[in-house]
Antibody, heavy 124, light 111 residues
């Protein structure tokens, strides 16, 4: 079945860095745009980035632009999020999700499925 | 890009129908038929229940339906069941520099 599994979360100090990974299985990874979405504790969802099939097209939310970098390795069926200069307000559960604009010749302006999430805590 | 506006909470009795609104602008909800809805139970990842305004993914109950009028999208849950108690979020593609925006979220309580 289609599955996404995030890893790499943890406790990091302000101004620190962290790299999240998302392992995909059960579908042709290279046929889908992929996204990262986060949720601060007790708060709503915030879309933060998507990447195209080959990584040639990337978009970020203004809140993370210049600090976060999304990437993918289609040979490894993996999605990544490099997070630098972390702030307390970046504390959240980070989800990877399939979708974002295009998929296998069609459009995928939705996110499905989502991984279980990985918690990032930014605190001194 | 501001979040789409949803009511904080909606409640109903089992068997009733409820509707959750999602109000945006002419740059997001009003501009595209790319509104999706997600259901999130406590401690769980969100689940897609409606995409492209009114389409239902395979396996999602027919009791969930979506619509849109102008800058406002709506999710209707008919025949409310205890398992429908969850948080619901809308999402829309936008023409801004941030391509997607979520709604503020609605907590549905089954009385």
């Amino acid at each position: 079945q289609v599955q996404l599994v995030e890893s790499g979360g943890g406790l990091v100090k302000p101004e620190g860095s962290l790299r999240l990974s998302c392992a995909a299985s059960g579908f042709t990874f290279s046929d889908y745009y992929m996204s990262w979405i986060r949720q601060a504790p007790g708060k709503g969802l915030e879309w933060i980035s998507y990447i195209s099939f080959t990584g040639s097209t990337i978009y970020y939310a203004d809140s993370v632009k210049g600090r976060f970098t999304i990437s993918r390795d289609n040979a490894k069926n993996s999605l990544y999020l490099q997070m630098n200069t972390l702030r307390a307000e970046d504390t959240a559960v980070y989800y990877c999700a399939r979708g974002g604009r295009h998929c296998g010749g069609g459009s995928c302006f939705w996110f499905d499925p989502w991984g279980q999430g990985t918690l990032v805590t930014v605190s001194s | 890009q501001s979040a789409l506006t949803q009511p904080a909470s909606v409640s109903g009795s089992p068997g009733q129908s409820i509707t959750i609104s999602c109000t945006g602008t002419s740059s997001d909800v009003g501009a595209y038929n790319y509104v999706s809805w997600y259901q999130q139970h406590p401690g769980k990842a969100p689940k897609l229940i409606i995409y492209d305004v009114s389409d239902r993914p395979s396996g999602v109950s027919y009791r969930f339906s979506g619509s849109k009028s102008g800058n406002t999208a709506s999710l209707t849950i008919s025949g409310l069941q205890a398992e429908d108690e969850a948080d619901y979020y809308c999402n829309s593609y936008t023409s801004s520099s941030t391509p997607y925006v979520f709604g503020t979220g609605t907590k549905v309580t089954v009385l």
